[in-house]
């Protein structure tokens, strides 16, 4: 790749600058929102601030959460779904729209800090089988010109978060793109490097340690490892900088060997798998934060961490699709109603996580099997229950997996109770439930109680819709009585 030549002065103020960049090297989340119990996005965002988080990743516009950022000073990378990647792609009047509605519509006084857009979310991932490969470029050139036209080119960079299943190598130095993304990986990178966008990876040494019994344990983490791997001079102790240079080469091998990275997701969830648990949750991601804050960088990159980091995730999300596992439920460093689950020193001034404040939960009540009935029929309503509410932590691996028989049951009729909002004919079970004052929780297993869900987009709006048309007909009626 060609160098710019650079003379003395300026070439130190790029050093300069290269530092400046190295000390905003940040460490931000994911929030993801598919959730049965949704906290009010405000309470979300104060959970953000109080944790001096200065950089979150959503997977789309959703209204009540843009609101809740607004004049927050957090900065925001804001997804674009897959499912829009063929509309935008076909249509600039559709890009222009999705901009005006979900950037331009949030600019201004008390505006949301929009850093980057993503446009579509690991869309080359395997499991597509080349579904969207075709539609991302297209898609990005509209979005970028409709930026432009609104004038927001300059401070908003379009990104395109990869998984690492983009790349492949048996060593790190070998890493290349997959052959079908070759030409489409060229454009793009391409397209970041004039633009000034990093590449947007996102790493999971915890689904390598899942997929492959063989896998050793150690090398996912950052302690040291009996299982070090060494490639030329260069020696690996850890997955994530093998994934990362693997990534590095890919990159060097097409022409861009210096292409600035983020890595878009990077976490271990807690629950829902034997290696899904609190303590290799709390010493990945702190070995993690750790290792990015140290400046350290990888053997191919010395000195140069990744630009941001974004965890994943802030919050558990319990209804999410579980196709890829059990775990999926459980990312968060959070749990769904803004408890830390273990503690965590995020690098950014607290030296633990803090809870999230005024949570509002539905009454201290539990639905439970009663136990005085005869439970033989049960497998029915336990089965619906489950397809609908979350019981993923009863299965193997799971933190309520051993709490025997009438417990998943319980557990089953608690779950579909709170997820609908403890109303009581949800509770019935003909006649096998009971709602009880009681916490049945036992031990590491928890029976949760929901929250109120408010402020969220449609429902938000629907419900004070709901409310002012009642408050009229009221008021009409006083009028005329
Ligand atoms: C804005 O984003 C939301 C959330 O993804 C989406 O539902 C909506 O269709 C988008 N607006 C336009 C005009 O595309
Ligand atoms: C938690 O997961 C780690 C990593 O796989 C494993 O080594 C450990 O045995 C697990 N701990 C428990 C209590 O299951
Ligand atoms: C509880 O339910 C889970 C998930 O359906 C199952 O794997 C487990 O074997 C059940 N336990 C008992 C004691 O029936």
């Given at each position: ?5 650079m ?6 103020l ?6 400046v960049?190295?000390?905003?090297s ?35 516009a ?16 804001v997804?674009i779904?897959?499912e829009?990647?063929?509309?935008l ?5 559709a890009?222009?729209?999705?901009v005006?509605?979900n ?11 929009i850093?980057?857009v ?5 869309p080359?991932?395997?499991s597509?089988?080349?579904q969207?490969?075709?539609y991302v ?30 790349y ?21 990178v ?12 996102n790493?999971?040494p ?6 492959s ?19 030329g ?10 994934n ?6 890919a990159l060097?091998?097409i022409?861009?060997?210096q ?13 829902g798998a ?21 400046n ?5 990159r010395?000195?140069?961490p990744?630009?941001d ?15 890829p ?18 503690a ?7 030296k ?23 439970l ?27 709490i ?6 319980s557990?089953a ?14 509770c ?30 449609n ?13 009229i ?6 009028l005329?009585?």
């Open positions: 790749m060609l160098e710019p030549k003379e003395g002065p300026v070439f130190v790029f050093l300069l600058m290269g530092l960049l190295e000390v905003e940040a460490i931000g989340v994911n929030w993801g929102t598919f959730s049965s119990h949704k906290l009010n996005p405000s309470t979300v965002v104060d959970l953000l601030k109080n944790n001096k988080i200065q950089k979150v990743k959503l997977f789309e959703d209204p009540g959460v843009m609101r809740a950022l607004a004049g927050s000073g957090i900065q925001v990378m997804g779904p897959n829009m990647l063929p509309p792609s076909s249509s600039t009047a890009s222009d729209l999705w005006r509605q950037v331009s519509g949030y600019a201004g006084k008390d505006s949301v800090d850093r980057f993503a446009v579509g979310n690991e080359f991932l395997m597509y089988a080349g969207y490969l075709n470029l297209p898609a990005l050139l509209n979005v970028q010109q409709s930026l432009a036209r609104a004038n927001l080119a300059g401070s908003i960079k379009l990104v395109v978060p990869c998984n690492a299943d983009a492949e190598a048996d060593l790190p130095s070998q890493g290349t793109f997959r052959p079908e993304l070759t030409e489409t990986m060229t454009q793009l391409s397209f970041l490097n004039t633009n000034g966008s990093p590449f947007v990876v790493i999971y915890f689904l390598s340690l899942y997929g019994p063989d896998f050793p344990q150690d090398f996912a983490f950052f302690e040291g490892t009996a299982h070090a791997v060494t490639d001079s260069n020696i690996y102790t850890n997955a994530f900088d093998g990362f240079d693997t990534l590095v080469a060097t091998k022409g861009y060997g292409m600035p990275i983020v890595v878009g997701e990077v976490g271990w969830p807690t629950d034997l290696s899904a648990n609190i303590s290799a949750a709390q010493a990945f991601n702190q070995g993690l934060i750790k290792h990015i804050l140290s350290q960088g990888t053997p191919l010395p000195g140069v990744p630009v980091i974004y965890l994943f995730s802030l919050l558990d999300e319990g209804a999410k699709i579980v196709e596992g059990n775990f999926e439920r459980h990312w968060g460093i959070f749990s769904f109603d803004g408890q830390a689950k273990y965590l020193n995020l690098g950014l001034g607290n633990l996580l803090k809870n999230a404040r005024n949570v509002e939960y539905l009454p201290s009540r539990w639905c439970v099997a009663d136990p005085s009935k005869d033989s029929n049960v497998a029915n309503h336990f089965g619906l229950a489950c397809s609908v509410a979350d019981c993923t932590t009863l299965n193997y691996g799971g933190s309520c997996n051993g025997g028989v009438n417990g998943n049951i557990y009729f608690n779950s579909y109770y709170q997820l609908r909002k403890q109303n009581s004919q949800s019935d079970f003909d006649g096998m439930g009971m709602v009880t004052f009681l916490d049945p929780s036992v031990g590491e297993c928890r029976f949760l109680v929901g929250v109120t869900e408010t402020g969220f987009a429902f938000g709006e629907c419900s004070k819709g709901l409310v002012s048309l009642v408050l007909v009221w008021g009409l009626l006083l005329r009585a």
